[in-house]
Nanobody, 123 residues
Framework: QVQVVESGGGLVQAGGSLRLSCAAS????????VGWFRQAPGKEREFVAG????????AYTDSAKGRFTISRDNAKMTVYLQMNSLKPEDTAVYYC????????????????WGQGTQVTVSS
């Protein structure tokens, strides 16, 4: 079992940047793949980015490619999502989730979820 907590959300103008953090505790963090998801009002929760247990493999949704970067520091038990060139369409609650299985896009594959952090991008 592992617990994850997101932080770093906030209000930013279009074109700005935010760095989200997902801090873990409870078990060996390197045993878990981690994904970032987001959910906007009226929309389904969607996969944004994911990273493998060792950090050797990453995946991004098309809209995030070239703008977002996921990384992890297992020694610090933290996963980061660097978000650059933010757009109003990025506005959503962002969730960090850990999986005992390899990184995957379906939210059902993730076992442990954080509380979410709000990201609001103004036009």
């Amino acid at each position: 079992q592992v617990q994850v907590v997101e932080s770093g959300g906030g209000l930013v103008q279009a074109g700005g940047s935010l760095r989200l953090s997902c801090a873990a505790s409870g078990r060996t963090f390197s045993s878990y793949a981690v994904g970032w998801f987001r959910q906007a009002p009226g929309k389904e929760r969607e996969f944004v980015a994911g990273i493998s247990r060792g950090g050797g493999s990453t995946a991004y949704t098309d809209s995030a490619k070239g703008r977002f970067t996921i990384s992890r520091d297992n020694a610090k038990m933290t996963v980061y999502l660097q978000m650059n060139s933010l757009k109003p369409e990025d506005t959503a609650v962002y969730y960090c989730a850990a999986s005992v299985a390899p990184v995957a896009t379906p939210s059902s594959r993730y076992n442990y979820w954080g509380q979410g952090t709000q990201v609001t991008v103004s036009s």
